[in-house]
């Protein structure tokens, strides 16, 4: 499986990003998709999660701000990040789960909020 990510940027605080990341491969099936991030110093942590029925989960820090979506067909994931802070500068990974619960991780997108 291939994940391929894309979004990436430098943004100022209150402004919006939309992270992508494609998955492929040959008889891909796919249970969930997720991003996570590591800013600086930090541990690697869960931002949010969308399951093949599409039950999402957010870490408290963005809940309100982030939007995880899912376009199965595209066998793509998104996350909308509105109203940017500077704490959430980080390295953002996909994440997808197979059906066979193998965990795939993308290369990681650079996320800047700074003025």
């Known amino acids: 499986v291939q994940l391929q990510a894309s979004g990436g940027g430098l943004v100022q605080p209150g402004g919006s990003l939309r992270l992508s990341c494609a998955a492929s491969?040959?008889?891909?099936?796919?249970?969930?998709m997720g991003w996570y991030r590591q800013a600086p110093g930090k541990e690697r942590e869960l931002v949010a999660r969308?399951?093949?029925?599409?039950?999402?989960t957010y870490a408290d820090s963005v809940k309100g701000r982030f939007t995880i979506s899912r376009d199965a067909a595209k066998n793509t994931v998104y996350l909308q990040m509105d109203v940017l802070k500077p704490e959430d500068t980080a390295v953002y990974y996909c994440?997808?789960?197979?059906?066979?619960?193998?965990?795939?991780w993308g290369q990681g997108t650079l996320v800047t909020v700074s003025s």
């Open positions: 994440n997808v789960v197979s059906s066979a619960w193998v965990s795939y």
């Open positions: 491969g040959n008889g891909i099936s796919i249970n969930h």
């Open positions: 969308i399951t093949r029925g599409g039950t999402t």
